[in-house]
């Protein structure tokens, strides 16, 4: 059955709640009506024309038109179908359009996930989406490229040290600045490590995989750890206002060699942590 939509004037709109709209965006402009059957039922069909603030907006506006689309009843198969096919193309990069030679790796994680899944339950899942799409952005923002996101990690990668070393600050302060659900506490803990790794058919492969992986785990949750390859990497393009603090010499499980770790500070981001896990 095709239910005819009667449109909306600028009044009747007006007078609409927030609750009833899928998407706000953060100036306020309302986009999706989902106060009826109808109206649910267009934005199933408009929902790729919206331009979207980010991921993370994006994410939310499909739950808020999901759950709405299940209370009329309906049951949105060519929607599913279109997203769960968007999601496979982002999860699975093209290998042609990732660099070679010299990169620069950079790996995130929750950190203490399996606490926050068992505090959040079924919320978890949205947080962990939150998380992802917070990453991906910032990734994207500074030139970089996923390469794999499963549980709670997320691998990145640059052509450039700077670039990669720009993502992390900028994934730290908006994690920072993020609302989250019921007053929770959600970190990421950040590793950074330059290298020449191989670009096999089933993506990198090398010791500066493995590196960056240690590092990351040797953190702590709004901390981002640099290796001293990743510092020289850099050289005199680090940003006004960030600090790379030495923070020792570390055995990490794993490496044949100590490895020479960098804090990476500036404003808006934690300084004070535990030592690392090393």
């Not at 934005?43 to 024309?49: D, V």
């Not at 309906?74 to 990732?98: A, H, K, M, N």
């Amino acid at each position: 059955m095709v239910l005819a939509m009667a449109k909306l004037s600028a009044k009747d709109r007006a007078n609409l709640p927030d609750r009833a709209f899928a998407y706000i965006a953060s100036d306020g402009r309302r986009s999706l009506p989902i106060h009826d059957e109808a109206h649910v039922r267009n934005a199933l069909a408009r929902f790729e024309r919206v331009p979207f603030e980010s991921d993370a907006a994006r994410d939310r506006a499909r739950r808020r038109l999901l759950n709405a689309a299940k209370k009329y009843g309906i049951v949105p198969v060519g929607f599913v179908t279109g997203q769960l096919r968007s999601e496979r193309r982002s999860r699975s990069p093209d290998l042609s359009t990732l660099p070679t030679g010299s990169v620069t790796f950079l790996l995130a994680d929750i950190e203490g996930s399996t606490a926050l899944l068992r505090r959040l339950g079924d919320g978890y899942a949205a947080v962990l989406t939150d998380v992802r799409s917070i990453i991906r952005s910032c990734v994207r923002r500074c030139g970089g490229h996923k390469v794999d996101a499963h549980g709670d990690e997320y691998f990145a990668v640059f052509e450039r040290a700077s670039e990669a070393m720009e993502a992390a600050i900028d994934i730290q302060r908006t994690m920072g600045n993020h609302r989250w659900p019921n007053g929770a506490d959600v970190r990421v803990r950040i590793g950074v490590h330059s290298g020449r790794p191989t670009l096999a058919d089933t993506g990198y492969v090398g010791l500066s995989v493995h590196t960056v992986a240690r590092i990351c785990s040797a953190g702590h949750g709004g901390q981002i750890v640099l290796s001293a390859r990743t510092k020289t990497a850099v050289g005199t393009d680090v940003p006004a206002g960030v600090r790379l603090r030495n923070i020792g010499r570390h055995r990490l499980t794993g490496l044949p060699t100590q490895e020479v770790l960098y804090q990476v500070e500036a404003r808006g981001l934690r300084t004070r942590f535990p030592a690392l896990r090393s």
